[in-house]
């Protein structure tokens, strides 16, 4: 298995700012996706992002909004630009591991409100 | 392409009482399919998954899964509620081969009654 960790927990933003969200994994994992959970609904993908390309984007996600990076095989961040009250979520990121393997492992998630 | 349905978002029973929540999914082709749990305030726990083999899969916490492919479900169950098992209840799905998109359901909250 994996251990992720997420970096902030919760944070309350402004309008208009920008937040970026970290996500460590304790062990070199192949993929790692971002997803959004609005208030009372369920997981939403918002892309997958691979070591050494560019992250690809689900319909209704661009890149403008949620640019990504990953420089390494443990490592990414999502960032929220130019935040609106809708974009008040819990995102999470999840991995899946190095070697083979169907399972997504989830970290405990980023709570943000956008005031 | 692949979907999935819950059935029931809130879901009650009894302390020893037969927990059964349901998953019905659609997929052009050999599924994975997944249930995962979430607690208040954290992130996703992995339950159980089946891939291939055996249809019947036991997970942790005493939980268990049937895969039934003529029926298009995998609903969760597990003999004897217990007061911790009180949370939401995500049942996914994803192509088989590899790392696909997991397309989740839209969870089902059991509510556990002393």
């Known amino acids: 298995s994996a251990v992720i960790s997420q970096k902030p927990s919760r944070d309350i933003c402004q309008r208009g700012t920008s937040l970026t969200i970290q996500c460590q994994v304790d062990s070199q994992v192949t993929m790692m996706f971002w997803y959004r959970q609005q208030p009372g609904q369920s997981l939403t993908l918002i892309a997958t992002a691979n070591q050494g390309s560019e992250a690809t984007y689900e319909s209704g996600f661009v890149i403008d909004k949620f640019p990504i990076s990953r420089p390494n095989l443990t490592f990414s961040t999502l960032t929220v630009s130019n935040m609106s009250p809708e974009d008040s979520s819990i995102y999470l990121c999840?991995?899946?591991?190095?070697?083979?393997?169907?399972?997504?492992?989830f970290g405990p998630g980023t709570r943000l409100l956008v005031l | 392409a692949q979907s999935v349905t819950q059935l029931g978002s809130h879901v009650s029973v009894s302390e020893g009482a037969l927990v059964l929540l349901r998953c019905n999914y659609s997929?052009?082709?050999?599924?994975?399919l997944f249930w995962y749990v979430q607690y208040p305030n954290q992130g996703l726990q992995l339950l159980l998954k089946y891939t291939t083999g055996a249809t019947l899969v036991k997970g942790i916490n005493g939980f268990e899964a049937e895969f039934k492919k003529s029926e298009t479900s995998f609903h969760l169950t597990k003999p004897s509620a217990h007061m911790s098992d009180a949370a939401e209840y995500f049942c996914?799905?994803?192509?088989?081969?590899?790392?696909?998109?997991?397309?989740f359901g839209t969870g089902t909250k059991l509510q556990v009654i002393p």
């Open positions: 997929s052009s082709v050999p599924p994975y």
């Open positions: 996914a799905v994803s192509l088989s081969g590899g790392y696909q998109k997991v397309t």
């Open positions: 999840s991995a899946g591991l190095a070697g083979g393997g169907e399972t997504q492992y």
